[in-house]
Antibody, heavy 121, light 106 residues
C-alpha cells in the first residue's frame, strides 16, 4: 500500500525557517518524481515544487523560488522541503504527492495527509 | 503560463441529479488535464487524468471529456458523499490548478 507521511509543520515567525519531510513507502520511490502542493486556509491548491526521481531536476513556482529548496534521500525514501525567509502568505497545509506517469510527471497520483505551517509573530 | 478557469464556483444539486463542471484553459493543453476531488479536512484525490481516464477505484458515475481548451467533469447520479470541491489541473510547462468548483449535494 502506498503511504506518504507528511511532517515538520508548525508555528514559525516571519523571516524564519522550517523543514518539512515526507516519508514514503509502498512503491519504488526512486522511479517517481515527487512534489509539494500547498493550500492556504480556505483557498485552493497551489503547486510549489517538484523534484525528479534521481534528485537532479528541481522545479519551483515563482512564489517560492529562491526561498524554498526541495530535496530527496532515495535510500531513506524521504522527500524534504527546506523553507526559509517565510512570510505570512506561506501559511498553508503542505502536501507531498507522487507524480505520474513516470515519463512526464503530469499528474499527482497519491497525496500525503498534509502538515500545517503557520507563519505568524 | 496557462490559466485554468473553472465554472461555476458553486453547484447545488439534489441526490440523483447530474452535475456538469467546466474547466477552461487559456491555451491548448491537448488532452493533458486531470480532475481531483477534495472533501473537507482531507487531501485531494485523483479522479480523472488525460481528460477522460478514470483513476483506479473511481466509480463509473464520474466521467471526463474535452480536449484543447475546454473540459468537462460529469457526475452522472449524485450521491451525498460527492459533496466536495473539485479541481482541474494541467502541466504543460509547470503545474497549474484551477480555482475549484464546490459541489453541494442535499
Amino acid at each position: 500500500e502506498v503511504q506518504l507521511l507528511d511532517s515538520g509543520g508548525g508555528l514559525v515567525q516571519p523571516g524564519g525557517s522550517l523543514r518539512l519531510s515526507c516519508a514514503a513507502s509502498g512503491f519504488p520511490f526512486t522511479n517517481y518524481a515527487m512534489a509539494w502542493v500547498r493550500q492556504a486556509p480556505g483557498k485552493g491548491l497551489e503547486w510549489i515544487s517538484t523534484l525528479s526521481g534521481d534528485g537532479t531536476d528541481p522545479y519551483y513556482a515563482d512564489s517560492v523560488r529562491g526561498r524554498f529548496t526541495i530535496s530527496r534521500d532515495n535510500p531513506q525514501n524521504t522527500l524534504s522541503l527546506q523553507m526559509s525567509s517565510l512570510r505570512a502568505e506561506d501559511t498553508a497545509v503542505y502536501y507531498c504527492a507522487i507524480t505520474f506517469p513516470t515519463y512526464n510527471s503530469k499528474y499527482f497520483q497519491n497525496w500525503g495527509q498534509g502538515t500545517l505551517v503557520t507563519v505568524s509573530s | 503560463e496557462i490559466v485554468l478557469t473553472q465554472s461555476p464556483a458553486t453547484l447545488s444539486l439534489s441526490p440523483g441529479e447530474r452535475a456538469t463542471l467546466s474547466c477552461r484553459a487559456s491555451q491548448s493543453v491537448r488532452s493533458y488535464l486531470a480532475w481531483y476531488q477534495q472533501k473537507p479536512g482531507q487531501a485531494p484525490r485523483l479522479l480523472i487524468y488525460d481528460a477522460s481516464t478514470r483513476a483506479t477505484g473511481i466509480p463509473a458515475r464520474f466521467s471526463g471529456s474535452g480536449s484543447g481548451t475546454d473540459f468537462t467533469l460529469s457526475i452522472s447520479s449524485l450521491e451525498p458523499e460527492d459533496s466536495a470541491v473539485y479541481y482541474c489541473q494541467e502541466r504543460t510547462n509547470l503545474w497549474t490548478f484551477g480555482q475549484g468548483t464546490k459541489v453541494e449535494v442535499k
